[in-house]
């Protein structure tokens, strides 16, 4: 069933408008909504768009975003199958990390995305999307890796796609957490296969 509360992707874009709600307005070229299957199984979280992506209008299409493709195949999936948001629409200048008072102003819109798509997995990518699903202080470090349940959705941390860029002892790891993605995606599509039966609802049915 269809909940009557929630936006369309398009909705929340139009509610974002030419947003000036944080300082970031100032220095960005354009806002980095989101890209990707609306209604994807598989939503990834990364933290806000660098130089190529403030540019391109599109999430992780720098460095880091060509490494995410490489390593997508690893879970199985493509980029036309998943959906990418950041928890900043606007490029921080210089890439410095996002100020809390612009992670405040901007994640509603985030949040939102969430909601619209309504994935059976989320991926948050490195530190500041892990702690912003997650609620938590708790370090990349140590939550990465792991499957957590939070209302509805499965979230999987990975580490941020840049910091095996930088730091190559963190490339097996990756490798290993995209592999762990896969089954853990094959699983949640079985379990909704079975609820869409029992319920006797056919699959990409639902509404
Ligand atoms: N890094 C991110 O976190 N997001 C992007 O869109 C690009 C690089």
Redesign the pocket.
């Known amino acids: 069933m269809t909940d009557q509360n929630v936006s369309t992707l398009e909705q929340v874009r139009a509610a974002i408008g030419a947003c000036r709600r944080c300082e970031l307005c100032e220095t960005r070229t354009t806002i980095?909504f989101g890209v990707g299957d609306p209604h994807a199984e598989v939503m990834f979280v990364?933290?806000?768009?660098?130089r190529?992506?403030d540019l391109g209008a599109?999430?992780?299409?720098?460095a880091?975003?060509k490494y995410l493709n490489q390593l997508l195949s690893r879970a199985g999936l493509t980029r036309e199958e998943i959906y990418?948001a950041?928890?900043l629409k606007c490029r921080p200048p210089n890439?410095r990390d996002p100020l809390p008072a612009e992670i405040e102003a901007c994640t509603p819109f985030l949040r939102e995305q969430v909601r619209a798509v309504d994935p059976l997995v989320l991926v948050t990518?490195?530190r500041?999307?892990t702690q912003f699903i997650l609620k938590t202080d708790v370090g990349i470090g140590n939550l990465r890796g792991r499957v957590h349940l939070t209302g509805r959705f499965s979230v999987l941390p990975i580490y941020?796609?840049?910091a095996a860029i930088y730091d190559r002892a963190k490339v097996p790891v990756m490798e290993r957490d995209f592999e762990l993605l896969g089954a853990l995606v094959v699983r949640r599509r079985e379990e909704a296969s079975a609820r869409a039966a029992r319920s006797g609802t056919p699959l990409g049915n639902e509404e």
């Open positions: 980095v990364g933290e806000a768009p660098g190529q992506e599109e999430p992780f299409i720098g880091a975003g990418i950041n928890v890439n990518l490195g500041f999307a941020h796609p840049a």
